[in-house]
């Protein structure tokens, strides 16, 4: 199904930005826009496929160094064949295949693919009325379209069997775009993707949106061989794909050498792959789980397509464990689909992969109930298969009430019921979360955190912890004190720097994890902080080094961060390189100068993935960026006129723009621009914060602090907004209020450094040092080793 985000939430980031955090900045320093606002950085991305097994060594070559080049002779490419040669040799797996949600994932709008009412019905929404018809023996759907006009729009392609269909509708440009109303295949209904959002033409869920075109953001997991093939010339797609659905070389590879081999023509018969670039069937659990992830991952492409071979960081950014998309103990929150989940869970780290519990043809569970547990987990206390770790499997009866406290067959009595609690996504689709946790009812309510067991018996929390410790005693909390840490970490607890240390001071915590530790550091900096943050630079798993470097780059000196992330240009996997040249692209050129060799192809690199990626207005604001830090400067306007091309609403590139223009010294225009914008988005705090720094540079002082008061009441949640706004309340001579701003500031987010350093600062200016002794001893119980401590005021 289409990959939906929240609303008023940026589409996902397509690359790294290339500018510095303004952590430590005034307004006036750097353009706030092109800091804040360009898209999700890579290198905080915390992505999770490796085990860890051990602390992390010192400069392992395997990771240091380069790929080296095989002096082997290259064979031509494979290509991908039409898949009904397939059917002859591979008659079992084509027919589990054959019925599947992956051969049915997209088809054309034909009778007998289509099982929405087309037959003259209507669906009122919140906002906009839909009519389903067919005629001239097509499909079409009659709603208000891009301009808020009814029109009819011709059905294309379907788009999932079950519990839902969606519809691509036809556009121009060669635009695919998901349906807002889908068709429940259960209830046999109508309904809206986004009930109580009242989506209308206006709003950037609407159906004609950047955000739901699929041609980016859906298709690609729903075909074979995919290709957008965008033309940024022409503003159009030529999308193109071997076959639709889910083929066999969607997940195997193009099979035209694995012909050759089958008919015994210049192939060794003895080769493992069989043609292929890999054993599927045979390969590790890390392999087997990347090829799935690039499908059922919240991810955002490094291109167009992806090649079989490669590891998944380098086509793809998969979504990090950030509190918005997941719950402090890793459960789902957001969409994100398995794979985020899975790689987190011990079954992951035993070896488990998803073909131990799926069917990969038929996408069915490989037994019904229990069954698929039971496999490991019963009284023979082992594993399924060899190359699973069954160290730690007790043999026992799982499915008697004795362990399950439920009778057979009531809810309560299934494994999914405890260990998979799961949500409904896309109004009804219920899905699972996969990281396998065991309940604990007391500590859930203690981190806020859902519970398989409060999630059944709603509004007796503290009776089910009570029951839970009668039948289990004290449980511990398995996951080793992550979810704690992470508690602490994000509500400024005492503790918390120590705790983040801790956790990395394992050798067994998951990798996704152990990413997500790292992006907390530069909250809680410390020269500790710094030596773990550079030990995980090399790191055997390539999340963790990509976290590694936004940690590094936040908490080091630049000359520091040059030495420690040089290395990673050379990096084996894509997406950490981009990391370290993204920010190594911040350091004045001179000071670059002696690893510009180094970093000169990496940072081309990048800039082939934002040319690559252009239909997206993200990418062209990265490219506005790059061009702004490579002596390129007279590019980046019209860069930003493209993003704001792809998409007039990405409120960022407009923002930008408006900078750049005022820079320019075009006063005028740039504050016509966020006016223009501001009429069509109101309630749009980063369009206010951006008019307060317009106005503030053009000297209109009172306009500017109405504007900035406004970002900070539009949008209470972005701590930036407060934290400027306070910021120019004390440089324009209104201390006290400026104090109390960072102060209310401070009771919603004590974990805000900055709000703290300047907060000290202003008491101690106003002379108060009981204020001052207050804020630096919460600072201590947080981080005691927090170098600002040693430099404060009354230190």
């Known amino acids: 199904m289409p990959k939906h985000k929240k609303k008023n939430t940026p589409a996902p980031s397509t690359t790294p930005p290339l500018a510095a955090s303004e952590a430590n900045d005034k307004p006036a320093n750097r353009p706030v826009a092109l800091i804040i606002f360009a898209v999700v950085l890579l290198i905080s991305l915390p992505i999770w496929l490796y085990r860890q097994h051990t602390a992390a060594p010192v400069v392992p070559t395997t990771v240091a160094s380069a790929p080296v080049a095989s002096s082997e002779p290259q064979q031509p490419p494979a290509t991908f064949v039409d898949e009904g040669q397939c059917v002859a040799c591979h008659s079992e797996q084509t027919k589990a295949w054959t019925g599947s949600h992956h051969q049915k994932a997209m088809l054309p709008a034909t009778a007998g693919n289509v099982l929405g009412d087309f037959n003259n019905s209507t669906y009122k929404g919140d906002v906009d009325t839909s009519h389903f018809s067919q005629r001239d023996g097509a499909y079409w759907i009659n709603t208000p379209g891009p301009d808020g006009k009814p029109a009819d729009f011709k059905v294309a392609y379907t788009f999932g069997i079950e519990p839902l269909q969606q519809y691509l509708l036809e556009m121009p440009g060669g635009r695919l775009q998901a349906s807002g109303v889908a068709w429940d295949t259960q209830k046999q209904r109508w309904f809206e993707m986004y009930p109580g959002e009242k989506v209308d033409f206006r709003d950037d869920l609407h159906w004609s949106k ?91 492409p490094l291109g167009d397509g992806y090649t079989h071979k490669n590891r998944l960081l380098d086509d793809y950014l998969p979504a990090a464990l950030t509190a918005d998309l997941y719950q402090v103990d890793g459960k789902i929150k957001e969409e994100v689909f398995e794979y985020g989940s899975f790689t987190q869970s011990k079954m992951f780290a035993k070896g488990v992969t998803c073909t131990d519990c799926h069917n990969p043809h038929s996408n069915q569970l490989k037994a019904p109930g229990n069954g698929v547990c039971l496999q490991c987990h019963n009284p023979s206390g082992k594993p399924v298969r060899a190359g699973i770790d069954g160290a730690g499997l007790k043999p026992k009866n799982y499915e008697a009430p004795e362990h399950t406290k439920h009778k057979p067959g009531q809810p309560g009595s299934q494994c999914v019921d405890c260990h998979m609690p799961g949500k409904l996504y896309m109004v009804n689709d219920y899905r699972h979360d996969h990281s396998l946790s065991i309940p604990n009812p007391a500590h859930s309510a203690k981190i806020g955190s859902t519970d398989a067991c409060a999630a059944c018996h709603k509004g007796a929390s503290s009776k089910i912890a009570e029951q839970f410790k009668i039948w289990y005693g004290d449980t511990p909390v398995h996951d080793g004190g992550y979810a704690d840490a992470l508690f602490a970490a994000r509500h400024g607890s005492p503790g918390a720097a120590r705790m983040l240390l801790q956790q990395l001071a394992r050798t067994d915590l998951p990798a996704i994890r152990r990413a997500t530790v790292l992006a907390q550091l530069p909250t809680y900096p410390s020269q500790r902080a710094l030596e773990q943050a550079a030990i995980a630079l090399n790191n055997p798993a390539p999340q963790v080094r990509a976290a590694a470097v936004d940690a590094v780059a936040a908490m080091g000196s630049a000359e520091q961060f040059i ?186 987010q004590p974990t805000n450094r900055n709000a703290r350093m300047a907060l000290i600062s202003y008491w101690h200016e106003a002379g108060q040092p009981q204020k001052v002794q207050v804020l630096q001893a919460e600072l201590e119980q947080q981080n005691p080793d927090d170098p600002e401590l040693q430099q404060a005021p009354n230190k």
């Not at 930003?640 to 005022?662: C, H, K, T």
């Open 563 to 748: 030495s420690l992330l040089t290395p990673r240009l050379s990096d084996p996997v894509r997406a950490v390189r981009m990391a370290a040249a993204s920010q190594l692209a911040n350091i004045p050129a001179q000071q670059r100068a002696a690893i510009d060799k180094l970093w000169r192809p990496v940072i081309e690199e990048y800039e082939t993935t934002q040319q690559a990626l252009r239909d997206r207005a993200e990418a062209n604001l990265n490219l506005a960026m790059l061009y702004q830090n490579t002596g390129r400067g007279g590019q980046s306007e019209a860069a930003l006129r493209e993003a704001l091309q792809r998409n007039p609403d990405f409120l960022p590139a407009v923002v930008s723009l408006a900078q750049l223009l005022d820079a320019q010294g075009q006063h005028a225009p740039a504050l016509q621009l966020l006016n223009d914008a501001m009429a069509k988005h109101p309630k749009a705090g980063l369009l206010q914060h951006s008019l307060g720094l317009t106005l503030i540079r053009a000297g209109e002082r009172d306009k500017a602090l109405a504007a900035l008061a406004k970002a900070a009441q539009l949008t209470p949640d972005d701590p930036q907004f407060t934290y400027i706004y306070a910021i120019a309340l004390h440089d324009l001579g209104k201390p006290e209020e400026a104090r109390n701003q960072l102060d209310a500031l401070l009771k919603r």
């Open 210 to 300: 950047p955000t739901q075109n699929a041609n980016f953001m859906c298709v690609e997991c729903h075909t074979t061989d995919f290709k957008r093939n965008f033309s940024p010339t022409a503003d159009s797609f030529n999308s193109t794909w071997n076959n639709l659905g889910v083929g066999c070389q969607s997940c195997h590879g193009p099979a035209s050498r694995h012909l050759q081999w089958s008919a015994g023509k210049n192939l060794n018969k003895q080769q493992p792959d069989k043609g292929f670039g890999t054993a599927l069937a045979s390969a590790d659990a890390i392999t087997q789980v990347e090829t799935c992830g690039r499908c059922h991952a919240r991810r955002a």
